[in-house]
C-alpha cells in the first residue's frame, strides 16, 4: 500500500477506497429517518429553504451593522482627543482674555498663534464650533446655566456664551453654555 503524507490526504476515490453514503443527522445529532413521501420530501424542502433565507438575511444585516460601525469608528475616532484637547484651549482663551495689563503684546500675540493652530488641527479632525450668540436656543446643542432679563432681543435667544461647544461632524462633543433671554418680569404696583 502506498504511503500517503498526513498533512495531504488524497480523496477517498484516488485512494481506491468508496465514501459511505451519507445519512441526513437529526438536530440532535441521531440519524434523521428519511422521508420517501414527496409531499413530506417538499415539506423539508421549503423548511430548509426558508432556514437559508433567514440565514442569509442575519448574515446581511450583520455585514451592514459591521461595515456602519467600522464607518462611525474611522469618522468619529478622533473624538477622544478632541475633548481632551478642548479645555487646553480653552484655558489658552482665558489666558489672553485675562492678561494683565503691561502683558508683551507679542508674547500675547503668540498665545493667540497657538489657539488659532489648535483650532486648525480641530478643524482638520473635522471638529466645528457651534453658533451660540444670537441664535434662538436649541436644547440638542446649547446648555442654558442662566437666563437674563431682555426686551430687546426675542424670548430664548442665547445673548451670551460662557463656554463655546463643537461638533465633530454632525456629531455634539461639548453643548455651549450660554444665557438666554426671558421676557422682563411684570412689575407689581403695591
Known amino acids: 500500500m502506498d504511503h500517503i503524507p498526513e498533512g495531504d490526504p488524497a480523496p477517498p476515490a484516488e485512494a481506491g477506497l468508496t465514501p459511505p453514503p451519507l445519512e441526513p443527522e437529526a438536530p440532535d445529532g441521531a440519524v434523521a429517518e428519511t422521508a420517501e413521501d414527496p409531499a413530506e420530501l417538499r415539506a423539508m424542502l421549503a423548511e430548509r429553504e426558508s432556514q437559508y433565507v433567514r440565514l442569509a438575511a442575519d448574515f446581511e ?17 478622533s473624538e477622544d482627543a478632541a475633548r481632551a484637547l478642548l479645555p487646553a484651549l480653552d484655558n489658552l ?27 486648525d488641527a480641530l478643524t482638520a479632525l473635522g471638529v466645528t464650533p457651534i453658533e451660540a450668540v ?16 431682555s426686551p430687546e432681543v426675542e424670548h430664548d435667544t442665547v445673548v451670551d456664551e460662557l463656554q463655546r461647544g463643537y461638533r465633530l461632524h454632525d456629531r455634539v462633543i461639548r453643548p455651549s453654555m450660554v444665557r438666554i433671554a426671558h421676557p422682563s418680569a411684570p412689575r407689581s404696583t403695591r
Open 93 to 119: 482663551r482665558r489666558a489672553v482674555d485675562h492678561a494683565p495689563e503691561g502683558t508683551d503684546n507679542a508674547f500675547l500675540e503668540g498665545v493667540r498663534l497657538t489657539i488659532r493652530q489648535f483650532e
Open 61 to 77: 444585516n450583520f455585514r451592514r451593522r459591521k461595515a456602519q460601525e467600522l464607518s462611525d469608528r474611522v469618522r468619529y475616532g
Open 134 to 149: 444670537g441664535a434662538r436656543f436649541d436644547p440638542s446643542v446649547h446648555e442654558a446655566v442662566a437666563g437674563v432679563e
